[in-house]
């Protein structure tokens, strides 16, 4: 065991030193096989970044605003997504078959909003992942929770098991209530899943020093929408993620609750990889919702 006794904190990050790519356009994929990198190249694009659109919030809490009708509010912004990130109950019966849209499908659960969040197990057989074309599975990882040792090795569990047949893993970095959103905890949790295994990590965006968690964490680092804010400061947290080096974002209520969904995600999209500034994104949403402000 390492002695922690006179452990230093990092400091030297060389945030303005890029990531090789090794010839690959997704972070910490190179080496990879070539099934893998084929599902990678599906969620990330030419510039290595990423616009997922998240509504698996049913697995743990029920219908939610916006999301009571997934056929109805979610499948038409499909085509403005990269990738969709989804249950595999919802993707059969809500979604279309012959479409082409990456998919991410959760790979974890058990408890619902009632009970302790982390307790969580591994809920989807990667054999059943394949049969649903899936580009990716994801599983939360509670790092300091309860579940902490259970979480790490379902995700774990999980990457064994996608290296057999080519499916990258999503790590979500799950922030509790008790837990602080700083660079010190996210910077350890994204480190933590990169380095035993998963191949993306999806976290939360935090205002100091954001660029050392995402330059410490050798794979692609996606940040979670969270929950709603007014348009601007969801757009702002948007462009300061991308600023700071995240490959992306995976936002779900910041999109599907508003007035006008599809204007939201093109707005996002303007940001990820048109390199539209915050006053350019919202006069966007603006324009494409017709005037609206939520």
């Given at each position: 065991m390492a002695d922690l006794e006179g452990n230093l904190n990092a400091k030297n990050f060389h945030t303005e030193t890029p990531t090789p790519d090794y010839g690959f356009h997704v972070k910490g994929a190179s080496h990879l096989d070539f099934g893998m990198k084929r599902r990678l190249?599906?969620?990330?694009?030419?510039?290595g970044r990423t616009v997922m659109l998240a509504f698996d919030h049913g697995y743990f809490q029920g219908p939610t605003r916006g999301l009571e009708r997934v056929d109805l509010n979610i499948v038409p912004l499909g085509p403005w997504a990269d990738a969709l990130m989804g249950t595999r109950g919802?993707?059969?019966?809500?979604?279309?078959?012959?479409?082409n849209m990456p998919l991410v499908v959760r790979a974890s659960g058990g408890p619902s909003i009632l009970r302790e969040l982390s307790d969580e197990h591994v809920a989807l057989d990667m054999a059943d992942a394949v049969r649903l074309d899936s580009s990716?599975?994801?599983v939360q990882v509670f790092v300091g929770g309860e579940h902490e040792s259970r979480s790490i090795q379902n995700m774990t569990t999980l990457v064994d098991q996608g290296m057999k047949v080519g499916i990258p893993v999503l790590g979500v970095t799950a922030v509790g209530k008790n837990l602080v959103r700083d660079s010190r905890y996210l910077g350890l949790a994204t480190r933590m899943i990169a380095e035993l295994g998963a191949q993306m990590?999806?976290?939360?965006?935090?205002?100091?020093?954001?660029?050392?968690?995402?330059?410490g964490c050798?794979?692609?680092?996606?940040?979670?929408?969270?929950?709603?804010?007014?348009?601007?400061?969801?757009?702002d947290m948007a462009y300061r993620s991308i600023q700071a080096g995240a490959?992306?974002?995976?936002?779900?209520?910041n999109i599907f609750q508003r007035q006008s969904p599809s204007a939201m995600i093109q707005a996002v999209?303007?940001?990820?990889?048109?390199?539209?500034?915050?006053?350019?994104?919202?006069?966007?949403?603006?324009e494409l919702s017709g005037g609206l402000t939520d």
């Open positions: 190249s599906r969620i990330f694009q030419a510039d919802i993707f059969r019966s809500s979604f279309p078959a012959d479409g990716a599975v994801a990590v999806k976290t939360y965006y935090c205002e100091q020093d954001f660029e050392e968690v995402v330059a050798p794979v692609p680092v996606i940040v979670a929408g969270g929950k709603k804010l007014p348009v601007p400061e969801a757009l490959a992306g974002l995976d936002m779900g209520r999209r303007g940001v990820v990889h048109d390199g539209l500034n915050v006053a350019e994104a919202v006069e966007q949403y603006r």
